[in-house]
């Protein structure tokens, strides 16, 4: 019987799979940098002048870049950079780098218009604009006012994740404004595959890179079981949706996916707080006045149920995710095994994606 491990959170879980039942696991490809490497991409960072970096996601990926900027620094005799992040990721940050030399102090908006900000993150795929890129975290973080134009350009209403699309100008007119500068990465569970660096109308072209390693072409599937592939990417049900964008293009119609995502701070997403709560009809999805954080991922959610069933192990209650979001709940991975075995027949054979973050299947 193999024996698959999950990622849950922080921590990751068993998934025992009967060899009759495993039709494949699917992975992403690409061969990860060696440290020099890594540093010898970072050469490009100027330094020697004051610079803040905000650190955008706390990934281990990310967390390998900042940790790469400090074993430069000091090789070359440097001052320490300051270290910016949001509120919520403050602790995980300072318990990471304990370092008492090390600036790491909390990041608010107003600090966006300051030239010296370095922003890092990791690039990834997106329903809404193809790529999540730092162009179109900048933009929901900071351009609110123009998400509603962005919104309006999507084509259709089921994600694309992996395409060049026309929300994309949106994103990437809005940090042409800025003097900014970024640190994007591709990255998976083996490791950092590409870096960038420069202002985010440049480092986009890693997009490339990301999809090269990421873009499966597959037969389709009836039964996927998939997990996010690293704890950021699970933190809340919106962006842990994004797993199931990235795979849904494979899923066969009556057929069911099933996302491991433990969503310990909840649903990451305004749209989708104000639909459980009774505060959003789901008819303002489709030509809303108002843009709220996260409304596709509801329309996505709404879109696909008409094509197939989407299971979740969580920690949300079932209130949220059977009740309201018509997704279908799991204590845990062996009841999901036991319920495609039940619901499909013993010999249902199940594909699992266990980075599904940084994967897209076609």
Request: glycine share 8%.
């Amino acid at each position: 019987m193999p024996e698959i491990w999950l990622s849950y959170g922080p921590t990751d879980v068993v998934l025992d799979v009967m060899a009759e039942n495993l039709e494949k696991q699917i992975v992403p490809g690409g061969v990860s940098l060696t440290d020099a490497e890594i540093a010898s991409k970072l050469e490009s960072v100027d330094l020697s002048k004051p610079t803040e970096f905000v650190i955008m996601e706390h990934s281990k990926s990310v967390l390998k870049i900042i940790s790469g900027l400090l074993d430069i620094c000091t090789k070359k005799s440097l001052p320490k950079p300051k270290f910016l992040v949001d509120k919520s990721n403050l602790n995980s940050i300072k318990n990471v780098f304990a370092d008492p030399t090390v600036s790491i102090s909390e990041f608010n908006n107003s600090q966006f218009s300051n030239a010296n900000l370095i922003f890092i993150g990791e690039m990834e795929f997106d329903g809404l604009f193809g790529y999540d890129t730092m162009s179109t975290k900048l933009l929901r973080r900071f351009g609110k006012d123009n998400m509603l134009e962005a919104y309006e350009k999507r084509e259709g209403n089921l994600p694309l994740p992996g395409y060049e699309l026309q929300t994309m100008q949106v994103a990437k007119k809005f940090t042409d404004g800025f003097e900014i500068s970024s640190i994007e990465i591709v990255a998976n569970q083996s490791g950092i595959i590409d870096v960038a660096v420069g202002h985010p109308s440049s480092t986009f072209s890693l997009s490339k890179s990301l999809s090269s390693n990421a873009i499966h072409e597959t037969e389709k599937h009836r039964v996927a079981i998939v997990s996010t592939g690293k704890e950021t990417s699970n933190e809340t049900l919106s962006r842990s949706l994004s797993s199931v964008w990235n795979c849904s293009g494979v899923i066969k119609d009556e057929g069911l996916i099933i996302l491991l995502a433990e969503c310990k701070n909840g649903l990451g997403s305004e749209a989708i707080q104000q639909y459980v709560e009774g505060r959003m009809n789901l008819d303002r999805l489709k030509n809303p006045s108002k843009y709220l954080d996260g409304m596709e991922d509801l329309l996505f959610l709404t879109e696909m149920h008409k094509k197939f069933g989407i299971g979740i192990v969580s920690i949300l209650p079932n209130l949220y995710t059977k009740d309201k979001l018509g997704m279908i709940p799991f204590s845990g991975a062996k009841e999901t095994m036991d319920y495609v075995l039940k619901t499909y027949g013993e010999r249902q054979k199940i594909t699992i994606i266990p980075d599904g973050s940084h994967v897209l299947l076609r």
